[in-house]
């Protein structure tokens, strides 16, 4: 499974993290999907990710963007997702956290028919519309794909 991104907003930059921000609920959801609660380490959240067979990415390499924005991001130089996807073929399913990372993709990418993709809420305090037990109940399709 790769989820995938837009681009990290300005904690994550700053702390060299995925999701750092803290009202982010990727951590928090990822981990309930499992009936597990996040450590406070970093990288034991991402040995958590791991062993789940779940690989984070963003769909953009680098962009021009005013705050951690979605909706501002231009200009945008997209990762070689599908140099990423040739090389593991055992990747079956990509899910995107959020619309724009839908957007984006599609925007520079054709979808491949071999693949599963999941359109998933945004995990961003930005999109605070949803409660938390809505955005868990909607990313349930992830844990479900990985058999899981």
Not at 77 to 83: A, G, R, V
């Amino acid at each position: 499974m790769l989820v995938l991104g837009t681009l990290p907003g300005e904690e994550s930059l700053r702390q060299v993290r995925y999701y750092a921000h803290p009202r982010n609920l990727f951590w928090p959801i990822i981990h309930a999907l499992f009936g597990a609660t996040p450590s406070t380490i970093y990288e034991e959240r991402l040995a958590f990710v791991i062993d789940h067979r779940i690989a984070l990415w963003d769909v953009c390499a680098m962009a021009e963007r005013r705050a951690s924005l979605d909706s501002e991001i231009r200009r945008e130089t997209p990762n070689p997702l599908h140099d990423l996807l040739d090389a593991h073929p055992d990747i079956r399913a990509v899910a995107f956290n959020g619309g724009g990372a839908r957007r984006l993709y599609d925007r520079h990418f054709a979808r491949r028919p071999s693949l599963l993709y999941l359109p998933m809420p945004s995990t961003s305090p930005a999109h605070a519309s949803l409660a938390f037990a809505d955005k868990l109940a909607r990313w349930q399709p992830l844990r479900e794909a990985l058999g899981s």
